[in-house]
C-alpha cells in the first residue's frame, strides 16, 4: 500500500483479555519496528523485525507482550492478559533496509489502547 | 541507558515568529538525529535528519542544528505557520543500533 497501515485504530479491551494489534507495512520494507506513546511520554522502541526475525526484542515490556511476522510483510502485537498500565498508543514503523543512514522511516497512524 | 529531553513541553507563538525548539541527549555517541512532526490521530512525519558528521540541515523554513559534544540539536522554524501546529519530536540512533530514542515532544501551537 501507499502508507504504513495499522489495526484497529481504536481498541478498548477489559482488563485480563488478550489484544492483537496488527502492522501492514510498506510493500519491500523489510525493517518494521514497533514502539509505544504513553501519555506524557515519549514513544518508547518494543521490538525491531528484520525479514521475519527479530534480532532486538529489548523493548518489549513483559512476557505478556509477543511479536510475531510472516512473509516478511504483516507483523501483529499481542499483548496478553493486559494492564492498565498497558493503555497507550501502539505505532508501527518500517523502512527499507538498504537505507543504512536511516532515513525514510514511515510511521503508521497507530493504534489507541484502552484498557479498562 | 541514552535518554532524550525536550524543551519547553508546550509552546504557543503568534503567527510569522520565528521560534527555536530544543532537544538534548546524555550519551554523545550518537549515528544520527531525526526531527519529527506528529500531528492528532497520525503518525510520525520525518523533517530532518542530521547525521553525526554534518552540524545542520536545512529545508525550507526548518533549520535542524546538531552539536554532538554538547549533547543538544535545536530546530528553528523561520517564519511560523498555523500549519506549523503539531507536536514536534527529535528522536536520536546510537551507533551500531537499530532503533530510535525519543524525546517527549514539543506541542507547538502557532495562533492566526
Known amino acids: 500500500g501507499a502508507g504504513v497501515s495499522q489495526s484497529p485504530s481504536n481498541k478498548v479491551t477489559e482488563k485480563g483479555k488478550d489484544v492483537e494489534l496488527r502492522c501492514d507495512p510498506i510493500s519491500g520494507h523489510t525493517a518494521l519496528y514497533w514502539y509505544r506513546q504513553s501519555l506524557g511520554q515519549g514513544l518508547e522502541f518494543l521490538i525491531y523485525?528484520?525479514?521475519?526475525?527479530?534480532?532486538?526484542k529489548s523493548g518489549l515490556p513483559s512476557d505478556r507482550f509477543s511479536a510475531e511476522r510472516t512473509g516478511g510483510s504483516v507483523s501483529t502485537l499481542t499483548i496478553q492478559r493486559t494492564q492498565q498500565e498497558d493503555s497507550a498508543v501502539y505505532l508501527c514503523?518500517?523502512?527499507?533496509?538498504?537505507?543504512?543512514?536511516?532515513?525514510?522511516?514511515?510511521f503508521g497512524s497507530g493504534t489507541r489502547l484502552t484498557v479498562v | 541507558k541514552q535518554e532524550v529531553t525536550q524543551i519547553p513541553a508546550a509552546l504557543s507563538v503568534p503567527e510569522g515568529e520565528n521560534l527555536v525548539l530544543n532537544c538534548s541527549f546524555t550519551d554523545s555517541a550518537i549515528y544520527n538525529l531525526q526531527w519529527f512532526r506528529q500531528d492528532p490521530g497520525k503518525g510520525l512525519t520525518s523533517l530532518l535528519l542530521?547525521?553525526?558528521?554534518?552540524r545542520e540541515q536545512t529545508s525550507g523554513r526548518l533549520n535542524a542544528s546538531l552539536d554532538k559534544s554538547s549533547g543538544r540539536s535545536t530546530l528553528y522554524i523561520a517564519a511560523s505557520q498555523p500549519g506549523d501546529s503539531a507536536t514536534y519530536l527529535c528522536a536520536v540512533r546510537e551507533t551500531g543500533a537499530n532503533n530510535l530514542f525519543f524525546g517527549t515532544g514539543t506541542r507547538l501551537t502557532v495562533i492566526p
Open positions: 514503523a518500517s523502512k527499507i533496509s538498504s537505507d543504512p543512514l536511516g532515513y525514510g522511516y514511515t
Open positions: 542530521i547525521q553525526s558528521s554534518q
Open positions: 523485525f528484520q525479514g521475519n526475525s527479530a534480532p532486538d
